[in-house]
């Protein structure tokens, strides 16, 4: 008889599976970001996770990180590249223009899902990672610009991160006062050729900016000695920096100007952002955006000024998980057990569980199958996290009672009649109501 072998399969690398104890942690994170978004009046838009390859390489760049190496691109069967979206910014454009949505009007929509990026994986670096992405559509003015930045703090103050994270800002002014800006960088970096190191080498040519947030600490007097982009933005540009810092002072939401802040894709003009945390490593950029006034256009659209954010989620969830921050009802799934014991009792349970279901909906009922004796059935019940588990057996099922036990207090058993169970336990619950 021959042996077949079957190889195990296995995840690709840099691609989680978010297995049920990460799940409810990032049913909590989501909760909180949607319920925000709501409370400013945001809504939710969803795009495709494939889109034609152009539509990146004219978005986010040719001479980036993103468009160079890291998009997962391919032929589809009829020989058309295509691209799992690296980010959500580019497709939220496509669509609104391709539908119109920010003709003659404003948008402020968010959107939520997986982006992929073939990258070094690493604690806080995937290949597939998820993002909130907000854009905002047809606001020109810095207004918007602060309420952008209050609503990403509120999402990580009511996360309870606020003490953890700092807001790095800066301005790139306009394209015309980058390019201006540009050719002074360009004569000092090519000054001090000697001290870049390869890959800003090759950038000096392809894209100069990207040389100035680079990490390499061997780089990092020369690159301070630098011109600054602030020093030489253009007047409107400008006021609408000055604007936006002064509001953000009133509101009381600190700062740091981060003059070397450029962030990785090419579509940036005036604000750009970042929250950044020292818990986590070299991962430490946990929120990213900025305005991209030129982008409806460069896609084929009108002139409609637009800014945004991504934030990564994962990111996100490890900072909580590293400083303990998710509650501790976080996980548990299930407030009440329904134990059953013997044909009669089983039999019940079913129709029983149903009623409760109907007369407690927010009442997270689980019931027991599979048999056994009352024993491992409490011991299951125990496992389930319920606060209860509530025994039906031989004696209940012929007088039509159940007992309700305490797992997680010191309390006498009760025994109810079926009829008043739904209300016992809406007494019991009362407070989760
Ligand atoms: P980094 O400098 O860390 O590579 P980035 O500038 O490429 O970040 P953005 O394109 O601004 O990142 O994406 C927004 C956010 O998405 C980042 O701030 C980060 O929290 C998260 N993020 C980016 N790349 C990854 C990744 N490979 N895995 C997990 N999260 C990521
Ligand atoms: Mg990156």
Same mark, same amino acid.
Request: with cysteine; glycine share 8%.
């Given at each position: 008889?021959?042996?077949?072998?079957?190889?195990?399969?296995?995840?690709?690398?840099?691609?989680?599976?978010?297995?049920?104890?990460?799940?409810?942690?990032?049913?909590?994170?989501?909760?909180?970001?949607?319920?925000?978004?709501?409370?400013?009046?945001?809504?939710?838009?969803?795009?495709?996770?494939?889109?034609?390859?152009?539509?990146?390489?004219?978005?986010?760049?040719?001479?980036?990180?993103?468009?160079?190496?890291?998009?997962?691109?391919?032929?589809?069967?009829?020989?058309?590249?295509?691209?799992?979206?690296?980010?959500?910014?580019?497709?939220?454009?496509?669509?609104?223009?391709?539908?119109?949505?920010?003709?003659?009007?404003?948008?402020?929509?968010?959107?939520?899902?997986?982006?992929?990026?073939?990258?070094?994986?690493?604690?806080?670096?995937?290949?597939?990672?998820?993002?909130?992405?907000?854009?905002?559509?047809?606001?020109?003015?810095?207004?918007?610009?602060?309420?952008?930045?209050?609503?990403?703090?509120?999402?990580?103050?009511?996360?309870?991160?606020?003490?953890?994270?700092?807001?790095?800002?800066?301005?790139?002014?306009?394209?015309?006062?980058?390019?201006?800006?540009?050719?002074?960088?360009?004569?000092?970096?090519?000054?001090?050729?000697?001290?870049?190191?390869?890959?800003?080498?090759?950038?000096?040519?392809?894209?100069?900016?990207?040389?100035?947030?680079?990490?390499?600490?061997?780089?990092?007097?020369?690159?301070?000695?630098?011109? $600054? !982009?602030?020093?030489? /933005? +253009?007047?409107? &540009? %400008?006021?609408? *920096?000055?604007?936006?810092?002064?509001? #953000?002072?009133?509101?009381?939401?600190?700062?740091?100007?981060?003059? $070397? !802040?450029?962030?990785? /894709? +090419?579509?940036? &003009? %005036?604000?750009? *952002?970042?929250?950044?945390?020292?818990? #986590?490593?070299?991962?430490?950029?946990?929120?990213?955006?900025?305005?991209?006034?030129?982008?409806?256009?460069?896609?084929?659209?009108?002139?409609?000024?637009?800014?945004?954010?991504?934030?990564?989620?994962?990111?996100?969830?490890?900072?909580?998980?590293?400083?303990?921050?998710?509650?501790?009802?976080?996980?548990?799934?299930?407030?009440?057990?329904?134990?059953?014991?013997?044909?009669?009792?089983?039999?019940?349970?079913?129709?029983?569980?149903?009623?409760?279901?109907?007369?407690?909906?927010?009442?997270?009922?689980?019931?027991?199958?599979?048999?056994?004796?009352?024993?491992?059935?409490?011991?299951?019940?125990?496992?389930?996290?319920?606060?209860?588990?509530?025994?039906?057996?031989?004696?209940?099922?012929?007088?039509?009672?159940?007992?309700?036990?305490?797992?997680?207090?010191?309390?006498?058993?009760?025994?109810?009649?079926?009829?008043?169970?739904?209300?016992?336990?809406?007494?019991?619950?009362?407070?989760?109501?």
């Amino acid at each position: 008889m021959s042996e077949s072998i079957v190889s195990k399969l296995k995840g690709l690398r840099g691609m989680n599976d978010l297995l049920p104890d990460q799940s409810s942690k990032w049913q909590y994170v989501e909760a909180t970001f949607k319920h925000i978004l709501a409370r400013y009046g945001y809504s939710e838009i969803r795009t495709p996770v494939l889109e034609d390859t152009t539509l990146f390489q004219r978005s986010i760049g040719e001479a980036t990180d993103v468009v160079e190496k890291e998009m997962y691109t391919f032929d589809d069967r009829n020989g058309e590249s295509v691209t799992l979206r690296p980010e959500f910014t580019a497709g939220v454009v496509r669509s609104v223009i391709e539908h119109g949505l920010a003709f003659n009007q404003t948008q402020r929509l968010w959107t939520t899902g997986p982006v992929f990026r073939y990258e070094r994986p690493q604690k806080g670096r995937y290949r597939q990672f998820h993002q909130l992405s907000v854009e905002i559509f047809n606001l020109a003015g810095p207004d918007i610009d602060v309420e952008l930045i209050l609503l990403s703090a509120r999402l990580l103050r009511e996360l309870g991160l606020s003490d953890q994270v700092t807001l790095e800002l800066n301005s790139l002014g306009t394209p015309e006062a980058r390019a201006e800006y540009r050719s002074l960088l360009v004569d000092y970096l090519t000054e001090h050729k000697h001290e870049l190191d390869e890959d800003s080498q090759r950038r000096l040519t392809t894209n100069p900016l990207r040389i100035l947030d680079s990490k390499n600490p061997d780089m990092a007097d020369m690159l301070a000695g630098a011109p $600054r !982009l602030i020093d030489h /933005l +253009d007047d409107e &540009s %400008r006021a609408h *920096f000055d604007y936006l810092k002064d509001r #953000l002072t009133a509101l009381g939401i600190p700062f740091r100007i981060n003059t $070397r !802040l450029v962030r990785g /894709l +090419d579509y940036y &003009s %005036r604000t750009v *952002f970042e929250w950044t945390t020292t818990a #986590l490593g070299s991962q430490g950029t946990v929120c990213g955006g900025g305005r991209y006034d030129g982008m409806v256009e460069q896609l084929g659209g009108k002139h409609v000024p637009a800014i945004g954010f991504g934030l990564g989620i994962e990111r996100l969830v490890l900072l909580l998980e590293t400083l303990d921050l998710f509650p501790d009802t976080i996980g548990n799934t299930v407030d009440v057990y329904l134990t059953a014991v013997g044909t009669r009792a089983e039999q019940m349970a079913l129709p029983l569980a149903e009623q409760l279901r109907d007369q407690l909906p927010s009442l997270r009922l689980q019931l027991h199958c599979g048999g056994g004796s009352f024993k491992s059935q409490i011991k299951k019940a125990d496992r389930s996290g319920a606060r209860i588990a509530l025994l039906l057996g031989e004696e209940e099922s012929a007088n039509a009672t159940v007992g309700i036990k305490f797992l997680r207090e010191e309390r006498d058993q009760e025994q109810v009649s079926q009829a008043q169970l739904g209300e016992r336990l809406a007494v019991l619950f009362e407070s989760a109501q």
